[in-house]
Nanobody, 125 residues
Framework: VQLQASGGGLVQGGGSLRLSCAASGGTFRSYRLGWFRHAPEKEREFVAGIGSSGSSTFYADSVKGRFTIARDNGKNMVYLQMNSLNPEDTAVYYC???????????????????WGQGTLVTVSS
């Protein structure tokens, strides 16, 4: 599967953005999906994950209550709605997918086989 993330940009602190990730070339509904981010001089970190049906979602503690992950299996899309953004959320955001991943692995970037190219989110103070 090929993934293409979009929707990043510059936003003021307290603002919102919605990231999108379009998938092509695979059976989308069979994939478990995740969003990760990579900030300068920091390790890549898990942000959110969603199961194949969309009924199971997982969040990093740092974004819980502010970010929402969702998928549309009919459109081969996964979304990350980001609210109450703060400068610490500034990073390149990546979508990732894998079929051979179990729920307990979904926070581990090494478990994902397919990655999008990333979209930059910059939050000003």
């Amino acid at each position: 599967v090929q993934l293409q993330a979009s929707g990043g940009g510059l936003v003021q602190g307290g603002g919102s953005l919605r990231l999108s990730c379009a998938a092509s070339g695979g059976t989308f509904r069979s994939y478990r999906l995740g969003w990760f981010r990579h900030a300068p001089e920091k390790e890549r970190e898990f942000v959110a994950g969603i199961g194949s049906s969309g009924s199971s979602t997982f969040y990093a503690d740092s974004v819980k209550g502010r970010f929402t992950i969702a998928r549309d299996n009919g459109k081969n899309m996964v979304y990350l709605q980001m609210n109450s953004l703060n400068p610490e959320d500034t990073a390149v955001y990546y979508c990732a997918a894998s079929t051979s991943i179990i729920i307990s692995q979904m926070r581990n970037s090494a478990a994902y086989r397919h990655w999008g190219q990333g979209t930059l989110v910059t939050v000003s103070s």
